[in-house]
């Protein structure tokens, strides 16, 4: 096991554990497109049995990572331009609806505890660990959409942020992408400084769109006509 894997903190369940593993595995390319898992080598390399491993990737399916496929077995899925767009047209729209939702409720704790999320994002940025900085990412994301109390409105934003993972996996690792990134960041932060929800939308907004055209352009995808 690697050490990466040996110092993450337990998660509460056997079929988290995996769930975990599998997942980062995928995002990190560790498996890449394409590629069969084997239910048996990952049970035996995580120390568990074949039903955890079995829920993970029923799971994962249903995240759009992997497929499942009747007597061949469960593969990565492949990167889907077309699915990449889609996300991020409804996170731009889920995303804005969230952060006009928690602005209001926003005390000066909860902003130092965005703040300090940000300043670790920025940190993993600047040591060029791209893997950790997307992680951080996610937990800058839903923390500042936390105080909308709207949970199904969280869980949606977290599936589809999961979802598009990989792909945003290329727009981080280019360094001048990854510092657009703290430049957006920012600029949400301020909007929520001053209290300005629509400037904090707009401004959230801006920064998913960015993120899709940098991949998009990564891609060598031209725009839509």
Same mark, same amino acid.
């Given at each position: 096991?690697?050490?990466?894997?040996?110092?993450?903190?337990?998660?509460?369940?056997?079929?988290?554990?995996?769930?975990?593993?599998?997942?980062?595995?995928?995002?990190?390319?560790?498996?890449?497109?394409?590629?069969?898992?084997?239910?048996?080598?990952? $049970?035996?390399?995580?120390?568990?049995?074949?039903?955890?491993?079995?829920?993970?990737?029923?799971?994962?399916?249903?995240?759009?990572?992997?497929?499942?496929?009747?007597?061949?077995?469960?593969?990565?899925?492949?990167?889907?331009?077309?699915?990449?767009?889609?996300?991020?047209?409804?996170?731009?729209?889920?995303?804005?609806?969230?952060?006009?939702?928690?602005?209001?409720?926003?005390?000066?704790?909860?902003?130092?505890?965005?703040?300090?999320?940000?300043?670790?994002?920025?940190? $993993?940025?600047?040591?060029?660990?791209?893997?950790?900085?997307?992680?951080?990412?996610?937990?800058?994301?839903?923390?500042?959409?936390?105080? $909308?109390?709207?949970?199904?409105?969280?869980?949606?934003?977290?599936?589809?942020?999961?979802?598009?993972?990989?792909?945003?996996?290329?727009?981080?690792?280019?360094?001048?992408?990854?510092?657009?990134?703290?430049?957006?960041?920012?600029?949400?932060?301020?909007?929520?400084?001053?209290?300005?929800?629509?400037?904090?939308?707009?401004?959230?907004?801006?920064?998913?769109?960015?993120?899709?055209?940098?991949?998009?352009?990564?891609?060598?995808?031209?725009?839509?006509?």
């Amino acid at each position: 096991m690697s050490s990466t894997r040996a110092n993450r903190v337990s998660p509460p369940t056997v079929v988290q554990y995996v769930l975990e593993t599998v997942r980062a595995d995928i995002l990190n390319g560790r498996y890449p497109m394409n590629s069969r898992l084997d239910q048996q080598a990952i $049970a035996a390399e995580l120390g568990v049995s074949i039903i955890p491993v079995r829920e993970c990737l029923r799971q994962l399916e249903a995240e759009g990572l992997v497929q499942i496929s009747p007597r061949r077995g469960v593969f990565v899925v492949e990167l889907s331009v077309e699915e990449f767009r889609e996300i991020y047209s409804i996170r731009e729209v889920l995303e804005e609806l969230a952060i006009h939702k928690a602005l209001p409720h926003y005390t000066p704790a909860h902003l130092d505890y965005v703040n300090q999320i940000n300043a670790r994002f920025i940190q $993993a940025i600047n040591d060029r660990a791209y893997s950790t900085a997307l992680e951080i990412n996610q937990e800058f994301h839903l923390a500042l959409y936390e105080p $909308a109390q709207q949970p199904l409105l969280l869980d949606l934003i977290s599936s589809l942020s999961t979802r598009s993972m990989r792909y945003r996996q290329i727009y981080v690792n280019l360094p001048n992408r990854a510092q657009q990134a703290i430049i957006d960041h920012e600029a949400i932060l301020a909007a929520c400084r001053a209290g300005d929800a629509v400037v904090a939308g707009q401004a959230v907004r801006s920064h998913l769109r960015r993120t899709l055209e940098g991949v998009l352009a990564t891609l060598k995808v031209p725009p839509e006509s």
